[in-house]
């Protein structure tokens, strides 16, 4: 690894801790999810898994299944760029799982030109789709890295 490629897994690394520890915002007791992007090394849009604005914080029913309107981190985040002056073409978005199909669409959408992910999900279809469009995608496992 060159040295720009080690230095760049580094700040990978940094940027997706930073998302498990932003995760912890969500009131989801299922899964938890955080997720940053990230453009010219400045934090431009956050999100976690959970309701939308002004529902109640419960992302299951009584049987704990999760809500059919309960929005994924990434989708929090790019929504939240749609609002703001922030610009996320050619940005990096960090996020604790794999993106889901309907994730990978607004990433795809939104411009992002990498995804860094921590954890694997059980369907590789989002996955997929983003590399089909030529988005560079990177796994991380951080329970390899806990002591970096």
Wanted: proline share 2%; net charge neutral.
């Amino acid at each position: 690894m060159t040295s720009q490629e080690e230095k760049q897994h580094l700040l990978d690394q940094r940027y997706l801790r930073m998302a498990t520890i932003w995760s912890e915002n969500s009131y989801c007791v299922r899964r938890k999810v955080g997720a940053l992007v990230v453009k010219d090394k400045m934090i431009i849009s956050d999100g976690y898994n959970g309701t939308p604005s002004g529902f109640e914080n419960v992302c299951e029913d009584d049987t704990n299944v999760t809500k059919p309107y309960v929005l994924h981190a990434e989708a929090n985040a790019i929504t939240k760029l749609a609002r703001s002056n922030n610009n996320s073409s050619g940005s990096t978005l960090y996020v604790t799982a794999s993106p889901c199909l309907e994730c990978a669409k607004l990433i795809i959408q939104a411009g992002i030109r990498r995804v860094v992910y921590g954890e694997e999900y059980r369907l590789a279809d989002g996955i997929e789709l983003l590399r089909r469009a030529k988005i560079e995608v990177k796994y991380i496992n951080l329970k390899d890295h806990e002591s970096e």
